[in-house]
């Protein structure tokens, strides 16, 4: 039925990315690609869930998605790569318009970029790979601009700037010790 046909697409996914983490040992292309192939399935089959069959609400769909997101990542910090880092965050970033909320709601949303900044600039920490800081910057702004003047958005406004706030510093921290070296 419709629950087989996710389980069996999550199932999938997730083999393909323990068969990319033990196939990175020996050839590192071979298991980034196995790695975001089994992630992109797994962001794939939830939206799918979400399109069609709804068994997910968003919130378990978006958890479900950064975990997979998260696996990637950790994988790019054990390997020392900054390719596969750089696929993570992406799909770190995509993985919100794939949950087909219904009532998409900014605080959550912005709750969930903050977890994938301190990710970001975690795996900028242990490797070095500043231009992950920049991408992260350049996901919080794009989400961002639909909300920036909107009226809809008046009332959660001392949230919002709360956390543009918390994104400019964690920005500003990170370049600045990158700059320095620190």
């Given at each position: 039925?419709p629950?087989g046909?996710i ?11 323990i ?5 990175t040992?020996n050839?590192?292309y071979q ?6 192939l ?13 399109e069609?069959?709804q ?13 997979s ?9 054990r390997?020392?790569n ?6 993570s965050?992406?799909?770190?970033g ?7 909320s ?23 920490v242990?490797t070095?790979?500043?231009?992950l ?6 996901i ?8 920036i003047?909107a ?9 919002l ?9 964690i ?6 010790t990158?700059?320095l070296k620190?």
């Amino acid at each position: 039925g419709p629950m087989g046909r996710i389980v069996l697409g999550l199932i999938v996914g997730v083999l393909f990315m323990i068969g990319g983490e033990a196939r990175t040992k020996n050839s590192t292309y071979q298991g980034s690609i196995f790695l975001v192939l089994g992630s992109s399935i797994v962001l794939l089959t939830i939206f799918a869930d979400r399109e069609i069959y709804q068994n997910f609400s968003s919130l378990a769909g978006l958890i479900i998605m950064f975990l997979s997101t998260a696996f990637v990542g950790l994988s790019s910090v054990r390997h020392k790569n900054e390719a596969l880092a750089i696929t993570s965050i992406v799909l770190a970033g995509i993985a919100p318009m794939l949950t087909n909320s219904a009532s998409p709601d900014v605080i959550s949303l912005f709750t969930y970029l903050t977890v994938v900044t301190v990710g970001t600039v975690w795996v900028v920490v242990l490797t070095g790979f500043r231009r992950l800081t920049f991408i992260s910057l350049i996901i919080v702004f794009l989400y961002s601009l639909p909300i920036i003047g909107a009226s809809q958005y008046k009332a959660h406004e001392d949230a919002l700037l709360l956390f543009s706030f918390f994104f400019a510093s964690i920005f500003f921290v990170t370049n600045s010790t990158g700059i320095l070296k620190l």
